[in-house]
């Protein structure tokens, strides 16, 4: 959407996507990238693989499974797609952004001194083209449901 406000303020996020995406082979089924606060995230199982190496996180933890899936009964999401709710790039960045904020919490530290809660960041949603470039996009149907709720403002959102 070329008049979304977070496409006219021209945030960087698209040139860090396309930085990511010219240093980084993408798996071909990985049509979805996500992105906020500088957290990358990827659709499909290789989203899964991309927090583990990158960010030492366990996506498959009970503690990220269980506060995701928390959300989802809260909003009362119902599955819209073919796949599984917790297989999208949103979610995938959610849990990663949820997961990094609670890490310094256990740790005993602030957790605002290092990654800050989902609810207060601008995310972006981009689909990946044949020429491995990110195009603006909207969160899938599945995701709409819970994302501008979770997120301060999404793109391409209605």
Same mark, same amino acid.
């Given at each position: 959407m070329a008049n979304h406000k977070l496409t006219i303020l021209r945030h960087p996020a698209y040139k860090k996507i396309q930085t990511y995406l010219d240093h980084k082979e993408v798996d071909s089924p990985t049509r979805r990238i996500a992105y906020a606060d500088g957290v990358v995230a990827i659709s499909g199982r290789a989203g899964v693989r991309l927090a583990?190496?990158?960010?030492?996180? !366990?996506?498959?933890?009970?503690?990220?499974?269980?506060? $995701?899936?928390?959300?989802? +009964?809260?909003?009362?999401v119902s599955k819209q797609e073919v796949w599984d709710l917790d297989a999208c790039a949103e979610a995938h960045l959610w849990m990663t952004l949820t997961g990094l904020h609670s890490r310094y919490v256990e740790e005993r530290q602030a957790p605002r001194h290092r990654h800050r809660h989902?609810?207060?960041? &601008?995310?972006?949603? $981009?689909?990946? !083209?044949?020429?491995?470039?990110?195009?603006? &996009?909207?969160?899938? +149907?599945?995701?709409?449901?819970?994302?501008?709720?979770? $997120?301060?403002?999404?793109?391409?959102? !209605?």
């Open positions: 583990a190496e990158q960010y030492g996180l !366990d996506l498959g933890s009970e503690g990220i499974v269980e506060r $995701f899936l928390g959300i989802m +009964r809260a909003y009362g989902p609810r207060h960041l &601008d995310a972006w949603a $981009f689909e990946i !083209d044949g020429k491995n470039r990110p195009k603006e &996009d909207s969160p899938c +149907r599945n995701c709409r449901q819970w994302v501008r709720k979770e $997120f301060q403002t999404v793109n391409g959102t !209605d």
